[in-house]
């Protein structure tokens, strides 16, 4: 299923970014529900659109896929982007990072998310490029976003800490990794558990990092 290499331009204008937006949608919908054996013509029809229209925009399923991927966890993103906004306006800096860690647990704790990683994981034998393409679009991006978080702490004296590298691996593995372990047996954490390691985990965190 490798790339058309002669496929033209993608299509541009108003229409063809609605049809687009259409066909994003519809894959990640139907990668979620079927997974990565949905058919295009099966989401082409749940876009609304022809076969022929989402080749146009994606010359592959894997080139699809990627896109569902890059935008599912831009949303992520655009979360952590506005915790870092508001942890410019706070002194608190444990309520900053028990801020942060529950905006990671929602954003890694959304079942359409989880299902996509999981998809990710079922299918790494098959095509490993999809692996990479997670890797760099999910977890290497909301490292480096977190570790931006511990940079402007850091700045501002409210944490010390001298491999942000190492940092950023322990922040989500005190609060974060627990869910995506047990969402990969398809459970969930209960939510007085979840919270309990959110505030247990920053605590042990500051133990560590906060600035004397």
């Given at each position: 299923m490798g790339k058309d290499s002669?496929?033209?331009?993608?299509?541009?204008g108003k229409r063809a970014e609605r049809n687009r937006?259409?066909?994003i949608a519809a894959a990640r919908e139907?990668?979620?529900?079927?997974?990565?054996?949905a058919g295009m013509d099966l989401i082409a029809a749940t876009a609304g659109v022809s076969k022929v229209t989402v080749y146009n925009h994606f010359g592959s399923k894997e080139e699809l896929f990627t896109e569902v991927?890059?935008?599912?966890?831009?949303?992520?993103?655009?979360?952590m982007a506005q915790v870092r906004t508001r942890l410019a306006d706070t002194d608190d800096v444990r309520q900053a990072l028990l801020d942060t860690a529950r905006a990671l647990v929602t954003a890694a704790t959304d079942p359409s998310r989880l299902a996509l990683r999981n998809l990710v994981t079922g299918e790494l034998r098959r095509f490993p490029e999809l692996g990479h393409a997670y890797q760099e679009r999910g977890p290497a991006r909301s490292a480096a976003a977190l570790g931006e978080v511990f940079g402007d702490l850091c700045?501002?004296?409210q944490l010390a800490i001298t491999d942000v590298e190492v940092a950023v691996i322990q922040f989500f593995s005190l609060a974060v990794y627990p869910h995506l372990i047990v969402g990969s047996i398809g459970a969930s954490l209960r939510q007085d558990l979840a919270e309990r390691l959110?505030?247990?985990?920053?605590?042990?965190f500051l133990e560590r990092y906060r600035s004397c």
């Amino acid at each position: 299923m490798g790339k058309d290499s002669t496929r033209t331009a993608a299509p541009s204008g108003k229409r063809a970014e609605r049809n687009r937006q259409a066909i994003i949608a519809a894959a990640r919908e139907m990668f979620v529900r079927e997974g990565f054996d949905a058919g295009m013509d099966l989401i082409a029809a749940t876009a609304g659109v022809s076969k022929v229209t989402v080749y146009n925009h994606f010359g592959s399923k894997e080139e699809l896929f990627t896109e569902v991927i890059g935008q599912a966890m831009g949303e992520a993103h655009t979360t952590m982007a506005q915790v870092r906004t508001r942890l410019a306006d706070t002194d608190d800096v444990r309520q900053a990072l028990l801020d942060t860690a529950r905006a990671l647990v929602t954003a890694a704790t959304d079942p359409s998310r989880l299902a996509l990683r999981n998809l990710v994981t079922g299918e790494l034998r098959r095509f490993p490029e999809l692996g990479h393409a997670y890797q760099e679009r999910g977890p290497a991006r909301s490292a480096a976003a977190l570790g931006e978080v511990f940079g402007d702490l850091c700045d501002r004296g409210q944490l010390a800490i001298t491999d942000v590298e190492v940092a950023v691996i322990q922040f989500f593995s005190l609060a974060v990794y627990p869910h995506l372990i047990v969402g990969s047996i398809g459970a969930s954490l209960r939510q007085d558990l979840a919270e309990r390691l959110i505030t247990d985990g920053v605590d042990m965190f500051l133990e560590r990092y906060r600035s004397c």
